[in-house]
């Protein structure tokens, strides 16, 4: 969409910069939104932000989390599964509360095995949950996972078959951050452990940025100090203003046609539901 050139001649896309209302045909306080993640505080980091544009606003927000995450702690011993699950359970309903967002829903999965379930059966669930609650935008994890978490990867596979098998009619954005990250956080976050190993991050792509005003920043970052047992560690490790620059951002990538749909309508102009080719996608999104 947004082109620049390189020194060598070469043309490069910048990041497509959004307001959260940008997204929508609709206004704000019309829009369903749902949010798919693995564990939580990963629905606050990657799309906290859009969650609070949305409940702000007066629409709605279906926030559902695969676990628990109740392997989530360096001391085992202290905070047993059953322990961790609860307190994270409760600074989830705390997070979210500053979100604006009251409802959500939990798979009943085990952390650290999403990717032993059986596929079929989790896309089933998550295809009612998308019939059920028929959102205007769903999203969740790109096949990346963000950072190549199994929970997140696997997550992304049920996410995407759901969204087929619904007909494909529901827009898709999958969080991309890691993508844009600056190079110095994507530094630290990697020298914090967030990378899964063998982690390699999407290239060559362009996706859409939002632009969090100081409000929404702000709530984003009131819901993240809920999450006690997680947030504490990597805040102290990248320190406030790294910390604050890691929560400003949030990133997707339009996953299907409706989703491109979307974010063409939004720079172009094309009518919501009129057809949009694969060509008139290549050139708006350049």
């Not at 628990?68 to 202290?78: A, I, K, M, Q, Y």
Request: overall charge negative; glycine content about 8%.
């Amino acid at each position: 969409m947004i082109s620049k050139t390189s020194p060598n001649g070469s043309r490069m896309m910048s990041n497509m910069h959004f307001q959260p209302e940008q997204l929508f045909d609709l206004d704000l306080d019309q829009v369903t939104l749902l949010a798919l993640y693995a564990h939580p505080d990963d629905e606050t980091y990657l799309a906290g932000g859009l969650m609070a544009a949305v409940a702000r606003a007066g629409g709605r927000v279906v926030h559902v989390t695969a676990t628990l995450g109740e392997l989530g702690t360096s001391e085992p011993d202290r905070w047993p599964p059953a322990s961790m699950a609860r307190r994270r359970k409760r600074e989830l309903g705390r997070a979210l509360e500053q979100l604006g967002v009251s409802e959500t829903v939990s798979l009943g999965y085990s952390d650290g095995a999403c990717d032993q379930v059986d596929v079929g059966r989790a896309t089933e669930q998550l295809a009612r949950t998308v019939e059920e609650i028929r959102p205007d935008l769903v999203v969740g994890f790109g096949p990346d996972g963000v950072t190549g978490h199994p929970d997140h990867v696997a997550l992304a596979r049920w996410t995407a078959l759901a969204t087929i098998a619904t007909g494909n009619r529901t827009p898709l954005m999958t969080s991309a951050v890691s993508s844009i990250w600056p190079a110095d956080i994507e530094r630290k976050m990697r020298d914090a452990g967030a990378f899964m190993p063998d982690y390699r991050k999407p290239i060559g792509d362009n996706p859409v940025q939002l632009d969090l005003d100081d409000d929404l920043l702000a709530r984003k970052l009131a819901a993240l100090d809920a999450y006690a047992s997680q947030t504490p560690a990597l805040r102290a490790f990248l320190g406030e203003s790294d910390f604050r620059r890691l929560a400003a951002i949030e990133a997707f990538r339009p996953a299907n046609l409706a989703a491109r749909q979307l974010v063409v309508g939004s720079i172009t102009h094309v009518p919501a539901g009129a057809p949009v080719t694969d060509r008139t996608v290549s050139r708006a999104l350049g």
